[in-house]
């Protein structure tokens, strides 16, 4: 897997087939989650300071910003350059600035404040249910997953795992899910019956590409044994 390939991958130059080999690739090999950040990462640098070529500079504005996920990343790197290369500013630049910030903070406060009131009363957040059975680990590449757009950021995306068989009383599960690159920590169970268990994944937290929800029994002892397979879904 090269570098030149991954970005590829992310300004979506690969094919169809080709993208799909890609993730499935990402998925067999451990290390891939970093080797990508690590490369999206530098993209992102590059595109700050302006060192892409022309052709890669409109391909990552018209493909890699065209969520709301990765805008956020980049703002974020950006904030982040000019703490680590800010261009100092002469010491009157300093002064009328500082003098201009000053007074502006309780303006400032106050219209961040109506901002966040209007956003939690006017903006309501929805709920899209998505229903997910099991895929046995021998199948993963030859079973189509699920696939739903990429949701609204204010959104919830509620998912039911069907259990591959009915749980026993009193059994407890431990959900991991991840995407091609990297681990994406634990869900919390919000409901569960003795043939499914339901958990929120924010749609802030999701981006274009695949994901996987692995299931865990969780033993009286503390430890823990994975269940044969994953629940597979794509967001487009």
């Known amino acids: 897997m090269t570098d030149e390939r991954i970005i590829a991958y992310l300004l979506e130059e690969l094919t169809e087939e080709e993208a799909e080999r890609f ?59 000019r703490v680590v290369a800010p261009i100092k500013p002469s010491w009157t630049e300093r002064f009328v600035n500082s003098w201009k910030v000053y007074h502006l903070i309780p303006q400032i406060a106050a ?11 006017v903006i309501p957040s929805t709920v899209i249910p998505l229903t997910l059975s099991i895929t046995p680990a021998d199948r993963a590449n030859s079973v189509a997953p699920k696939t739903i757009p990429l949701p609204p950021r204010n959104a919830t995306l509620r998912v039911s795992l069907t259990l591959p068989e009915p749980s026993s009383p009193g059994m407890v599960y431990h959900i991991q899910w991840q995407d091609v690159r990297r681990d994406l920590g634990a869900l ?19 981006d274009h590409g695949r994901y996987s929800l692995n299931l865990y029994k969780l033993n009286p002892d503390g430890t823990q044994m994975r ?5 597979y879904f794509n967001v487009e």
């Open 23 to 81: 993730e499935e690739e990402c998925f067999a090999q451990e290390e891939s989650p970093d080797e990508i950040e690590a490369v999206e990462n530098d993209l992102i640098d590059d595109y700050l300071r302006n060192q892409l070529a022309p052709e890669r500079r409109q391909r990552f504005e018209e493909k890699y910003l065209n969520n709301a996920v990765r805008r956020e990343r980049v703002e974020m790197a950006k904030s982040f350059l």
């Open 188 to 206: 919390t169970a919000v409901s569960q019956d003795s043939r499914s268990i339901t958990v929120d994944i924010p749609a802030r937290t999701l």
């Open 111 to 121: 219209s961040v404040a109506a901002v966040v009131i209007i956003a939690l009363l």
């Open 227 to 231: 269940v044969n397979g994953a629940y």
